[in-house]
């Protein structure tokens, strides 16, 4: 089993809709997505998804007020990234297995960014800073290690992930 994959939370701005959103999403990742929606937040499982990031930050200036996206790209890494209003990057952490030059930006000035923009004492993710590579990035493990940071900023992985399929062919942008 692979773990290729693309992993997304975004917060949606008032008004906006989930529904919407997931559509407008699917159409220009264009593959199926595995959306669940919590009010105004979206979380996006893509398999074999790890341009979804890019993806997300096109859109999040449209749509959403701030965003994490990860990629997993199996035994050669991963990269957890905290995502402004602006779709741009404020907080880049990566584990790298295979010499791939993956981007990270995980300093402390980061991090505090990181947490205001979420709202969490910039502690918890000093605290993930500190040890969440140690296990490496353990490929063929959805979710490991990059979840850590998402639930240190306030928006833990939707357990169980009974989400609904959202195809690319039915999806038109709004």
Do not use: C
């Amino acid at each position: 089993m692979s773990s290729f994959s693309g992993w997304a939370v975004i917060d949606l701005k008032d008004g906006r809709d989930p529904e919407e959103f997931a559509l407008a999403l699917a159409a220009a990742h264009q593959s199926a997505l595995d959306v669940v929606t919590e009010g105004a937040r979206v979380f996006v499982f893509a398999d074999f998804g790890v341009t979804l990031p890019s993806v997300v930050g096109e859109l999040l200036p449209r749509w959403g007020v701030r965003a994490i996206a990860a990629s997993d790209f199996d035994e050669h890494g991963v990269i957890n990234e905290v995502l402004g209003p602006d779709g741009a990057a404020v907080h880049v952490a990566s584990i790298e297995e295979e010499g791939e030059g993956l981007p990270d930006n995980d300093t402390a000035e980061s991090r505090r960014a990181a947490a205001a923009l979420f709202g969490v004492e910039p502690s918890v993710l000093d605290e993930v800073s500190e040890t969440w590579s140690e296990e490496g990035a353990q490929p063929s493990v959805l979710g490991v290690p990059y979840l850590r940071w998402w639930t240190a900023l306030g928006a833990p992985w939707a357990h169980p992930f009974e989400g609904t399929t959202v195809e690319s062919q039915t999806a038109s942008s709004s």
